[in-house]
């Protein structure tokens, strides 16, 4: 793909670039935003101690397809307690691993994970991922300590009044603007935004055919709103990670250009919401101390994450 303004996510890139805006070696966009006194605010939220565990579980069962580009985690046993038998005091021991992808399941795309123009976030060359080191700049590893903050769950279906959104659903600011309205909060600088399609519902089902098709999302329109109230990082419960198919014809992903390489946004994906979104719903209260950190992989492009929200 050109790096040509004709490209309308590129001539949006360009008006909401936060390059620099931290400095020439800032690694961790958005997340900036999550201050000390933003992370005790998001503290006194608890009330309750309701907790919420919004991932989905890292094995075979995952939401991938067989012929996919990707593939579901295997889990695999080292040890077994048969192996370490006969030890004198009796004890035995087990010891096991994991194959998988960083983005195998519920997710963080990093900053390194998409960009245009041979350029990622910050002005870091494409050159700077590669085999050797994975992403020398702008590794997922940098952004770990700064994803526990106020949470905030924006349910875009039940505000249009259905279960789940239909196919390619495309979510506008306007489409925000009225969640927020209807839930009684406002989205500020610093928050961790959960948006709610109803599209796990799919996976939970056991259509995961539906699942990976045809998914509702944000998409360009929702990008200044995401630029203007200074979100930290923001998550969904689909795993395009926006609407698919892309309405842009020839284009690939341009909301995760926008918001990942010009942004500066820590994006999330399959997060399950439901659970979450029906206690919400029940006690009306939509916000929460939320944390999730991911893995702390040095070089890496993103992370699996079991995300948690206490109420």
């Known amino acids: 793909m050109s790096d040509d303004v004709s490209w309308p996510q590129h001539e949006l890139g360009k008006k909401l670039s936060n390059w620099g805006r931290w400095g020439a070696d800032d690694q961790i966009g958005t997340l900036n935003f999550v201050t000390a006194e933003k992370r005790i605010a998001a503290a006194q939220l608890v009330r309750t101690g309701k907790i919420f565990d919004l991932s989905l579980p890292f ?79 702008n590794g997922y590893e940098n952004v770990v300590k700064n994803l526990t903050t106020r949470g905030v769950l924006l349910d875009i279906a039940r505000a249009k009044g259905v279960d789940r959104l239909e196919e390619s659903y495309e979510i506008t600011e306007a489409d925000l603007l009225a969640a ?38 944000p998409f ?16 969904m419960d689909q795993g395009n990670g926006e609407v698919w198919p892309c309405p842009i014809e020839n284009s690939i992903i341009p909301f995760h250009q926008v918001v990942i390489r010009d942004i500066g946004l820590t994006l999330g994906e399959m997060f399950d919401l439901e659970e ?20 702390k992989v040095t070089g890496a492009v993103g992370s699996p994450v079991t995300p948690i929200a206490i109420k």
């Open 276 to 295: 979450l979104s029906a206690d919400c719903e029940d006690d009306g209260v939509w916000e929460f101390l939320f944390t999730g950190p991911g893995l």
């Open 220 to 235: 360009l329109d929702t990008c200044r709103w995401i630029h203007d109230r200074e979100i930290a990082a923001l998550a």
């Open 59 to 137: 094995d075979k069962n995952g939401p991938w397809l067989p012929d996919g580009w990707r593939f579901n985690p295997i889990h695999k046993m080292t040890l077994v307690p048969g192996d370490s038998a006969g030890a004198p005091d009796g004890c035995i021991s087990a010891d096991d691993m994991i194959i998988m992808g960083l983005q195998a399941g519920t997710q963080w795309d990093g900053l390194g994970h998409v960009g245009y123009g041979d350029r990622f976030y910050n002005d870091v060359p494409a050159r700077a991922v590669n085999n050797f080191t994975g992403a020398a700049k």
């Open 180 to 217: 927020e309205e209807r839930q009684g909060v406002r989205v500020g600088s610093g928050d961790v935004v959960l948006l709610r399609t109803g599209w796990m519902q799919w996976f939970h089902e056991g259509n995961k055919e539906q699942f990976n098709t045809k998914t509702p999302g």
